[in-house]
């Protein structure tokens, strides 16, 4: 949030120069300074192995998650993890599914981010199962969906600018 707010204003997070964005070294993380891909991809996504992180960790655009209203806390990670990723599969901004056709229609964050998920249930329809009893089922009956990836939307997620996921 940080990041945007220092770049007011903007259309997409993606209006941020690259050096600024995701690669730039300056937030400091217990005592070390980190730019955010290694926070992501060398900090949170090595040592903690949870693929719900995908659904958390957001970048301001409406192809993410909203942010939720609330700090993650560890007594209460758990939850606010399982809450988040019902949420995802709950709303066609990132998960549909055509039984008909046998298609999932997923968010890219499966697509970049698929071997996090395969490395906890084997394959991203296995995990996506967990919360689609539809999925669950057509796995269950030796049926493979075929797989869609929906268009991720860079805007930048502000209040009342996009139609209600």
């Known amino acids: 949030m940080q990041l945007i707010l220092e770049n007011l204003p903007l259309k ?3 209006d ?6 995701w690669d730039a070294k300056r937030w400091k993380l217990a005592g070390e ?18 693929p719900r992180v995908h ?4 970048c301001a655009a409406v192809g ?22 019902e949420f995802v599969h709950a709303h066609r901004t990132w ?4 039984p008909a056709a046998s298609t999932a229609k997923l968010t890219q964050l499966y697509n970049w981010y698929g071997s996090d998920f395969e490395q906890t249930d084997g394959s991203v329809l296995a995990f996506i199962g967990k919360y689609s009893i539809e999925i669950k089922s057509a796995l269950k009956s ?9 268009e991720y939307d860079w805007s ?3 209040a009342g600018e996009h139609p209600p996921r």
């Open 142 to 150: 030796n049926t493979k969906p075929s797989i869609v990836w929906l």
């Open 156 to 158: 930048l997620n502000s």
């Open 95 to 98: 998960f549909q599914f055509e």
């Open 64 to 85: 993410c998650p909203p942010l939720r209203k609330e700090a993650y806390v560890g007594k209460r990670l758990e939850e606010q993890l399982q809450s988040q990723t």
């Open 33 to 50: 300074i980190y730019s955010l891909s290694e926070i992501e991809h060398k900090q949170i996504r090595p040592n903690f192995r949870e």
């Open 55 to 58: 659904f958390a960790l957001v």
């Open 12 to 14: 997409s997070i993606k």
């Open 16 to 21: 941020i120069p690259a050096a600024k964005r």
